[in-house]
């Protein structure tokens, strides 16, 4: 993190007393932190405090900056890679997701072209209302991350989640932001630069894509092999149609296509919440190499080996499956919905069964045995497996499986019962 710029917004809710840890945190792993605190903030740290542990000056109103320069707020806010917002009170959260800019903070986070992590911190009722998390759906569109909140026993006595994310967990979301260089969301030019018109303009996709990494600890996480290739070039070829197309991508390898909306996710549970955001869409294609369990109580602090052969304690909890989720009938299941079998033996089999258990429309079944040099490499070799049959597509790049892919999804959504024109 040397070097690094963080540009830290402390809300006001009691959790602000761990502010303090997190800017000693941040400055030992070598970042420089630029304080902002909210009036309400104030009543739990003082600026002095903030200020003196991150050497730097702590900004409270708009006034201060307006009178340094006009542009002070635009400046100070893009002085940074990374805002963070901690504690983000449910008052925060509601002003973030409306837009509003009538006060330093949420003037700031207006202003800033650069991502934003946010750590909510509130009663576990106020997380649970229906208002915020309809706030929370708007931002994670907009493309904000979260951290937290994690449950537990709350100041006020209650218990439930709300609480906010211990200081190193902070860090954690940080660093992995920070790995990220790229905006969260790509610039409205990108997406006005799109051809207009296309077989597939007026219609939505939602692809899934890359890996998921589910916690251990602040440093290990469980994952599966996945770079993310075949899921960005179906998103680039479904856009290359004319689509919309919402990317919700793990943390991948290959870069996301340019002319997307872009959906940053790290474990399979933020992934669903993701899709849910989405929707409606009118086709689905789940790329992602989702990890099929989690870990039931990721550690707030380093596991500790302590030399004596003694094996750590893991229990793990299985992950939502989205494809199947997302393959129920009802008013938000898109019109068609895609999903990959990856198989290492049997493969149609498997891909068939697959196909019945999940509910989904069509499978696009391949072999991923080490051999055919499949994972991680430049082409793919599959076969679509729909109810009514299956098909077995030559070896071809991924991007040209996309290709094909993207054109059988026009023809079905358009009418046509998407097998071979040829
Ligand atoms: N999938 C998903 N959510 C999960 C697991 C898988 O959406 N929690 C989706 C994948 O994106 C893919 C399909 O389900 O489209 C099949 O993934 P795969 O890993 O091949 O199958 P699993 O469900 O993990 O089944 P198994 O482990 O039995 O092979």
Not at 171 to 194: D, K, N
Not at 378 to 390: K, M, P, Y
């Given at each position: ?290 990890a099929d369990w989690r870990v039931r109580d990721p550690q707030a602090s ?77 082409e793919n070799a599959v076969t679509l497996v729909r109810a009514d049959g ?33």
């Amino acid at each position: 993190m040397q070097g690094s710029r963080i540009l830290l917004i402390v809300g006001g809710g009691i959790a602000a007393i761990k502010i303090p840890e997190l800017i000693r945190l941040l400055r030992r792993e070598g970042a420089s932190v630029t304080p902002v605190l909210t009036p309400a903030g104030a009543q739990f740290v003082t600026p002095l405090s903030l200020s003196s542990l991150a050497e730097a000056p702590c900004h409270t109103e708009l006034f201060d900056l307006t009178r340094e320069s006009e542009m002070g707020h635009i400046q100070l806010s893009r002085a940074a890679d990374l805002v963070v917002v901690a504690p983000a009170t449910a008052n925060l959260l509601a002003r973030m997701a409306g837009g509003l800019a009538d006060d330093l903070a949420t003037t700031l986070l207006l202003a800033t072209d650069k991502p934003v992590l946010v750590a909510p911190a509130m009663n576990v009722r106020m997380w649970t209302h229906a208002a915020t998390q309809r706030n929370i759906a708007q931002l994670q569109k907009d493309g904000i991350r979260f951290v937290g909140p994690d449950e537990g026993e709350m100041a006020c006595g209650e218990f439930g989640a709300g609480r906010m994310s211990e200081p190193e967990g902070i860090l954690h979301a940080i660093r992995v932001a920070l790995g990220q260089s790229r905006p969260l969301r790509l610039p409205p030019e990108a997406v006005v630069s799109l051809p207009s018109r296309g077989v597939l303009s007026d219609r939505h996709v939602v692809v899934t894509s890359g890996p998921t990494h589910e916690p251990i600890d602040p440093v290990r996480y469980i994952a599966n092999r996945s770079s993310g290739a075949q899921g960005a070039a179906i998103a680039a070829a479904l856009r290359d149609l004319g689509a919309r197309v919402s990317f919700v991508t793990g943390p991948a390898e290959v870069a996301p296509p340019e002319g997307v909306e872009v959906i940053r996710v790290e474990t399979a549970q933020q992934m669903r919440e993701a899709v849910e955001a989405a929707l409606p869409a009118d086709a689905a294609v789940m790329a992602a190499a989702v990890a099929d369990w989690r870990v039931r109580d990721p550690q707030a602090s380093k596991m500790k080996k302590d030399g004596s052969g003694r094996q750590p304690d893991l229990q793990f909890v299985e992950n939502p499956d989205i494809l199947a989720w997302i393959s129920q009938p009802g008013p938000q299941r898109p019109g068609l919905v895609v999903g990959f079998a990856a198989e290492t033996d049997d493969v149609l089999a498997n891909a068939r069964a697959k196909l019945a258990r999940k509910g989904c429309d069509w499978i696009l079944a391949n072999d991923v045995r080490p051999a055919t040099g499949i994972m991680g490499g430049q082409e793919n070799a599959v076969t679509l497996v729909r109810a009514d049959g299956s098909e077995e597509w030559p070896r071809m790049s991924k991007r040209e499986v996309a290709r094909k892919l993207a054109e059988r999804i026009a023809a079905s959504l358009n009418g046509n019962a998407g097998k071979d024109s040829e």
